[in-house]
């Protein structure tokens, strides 16, 4: 059975940093790509990062270029999500999701991802 357990979410103040874990095991060989999604409450859930498990290409959405970097570690078989200088506006639920996807950029393409964790909450106060 397909695995991914999210860690590493947690509550700090504006400026902070935090990192997300995302552990996978049992992942199909078909695929390709690891992204990090977000959902705050009343708002739709977006792609804010993702990672080509071969090749550690990757690709953020504006919002959190520069602050955000997403990196894997094969060994370990898991994805992480760096994130520095956090704003409010980055409190949401955040997950992560597996899947097989052919396109540059952001993870807008959230049909692609047919496994996803059960996410960990992130808080920042200002």
């Known amino acids: 059975q397909v695995q991914l357990v999210e860690s590493g979410g947690g509550s700090v103040q504006a400026g902070g940093s935090l990192r997300l874990a995302c552990a996978a095991s049992r992942l199909p060989i078909s695929i390709n790509n690891i992204g990090w999604f977000r959902q705050a409450p009343g708002k739709e859930r977006e792609g804010v990062a993702s990672?080509?498990?071969?090749?550690?290409?990757?690709n953020y959405i504006d919002s959190v270029k520069g602050r955000f970097t997403i990196s894997r570690d094969k060994a370990k078989n898991t994805v992480y999500l760096q994130m520095n200088n956090l704003k409010p506006e980055d409190t949401a639920m955040y997950y992560c999701a597996a899947g097989f996807r052919l396109s540059l950029g952001p993870p807008t393409d959230e049909g692609k991802f047919n496994y996803w964790g059960q996410g960990t909450q992130v808080t920042v106060s200002s």
């Open positions: 990672i080509y498990t071969t090749t550690g290409s990757s």
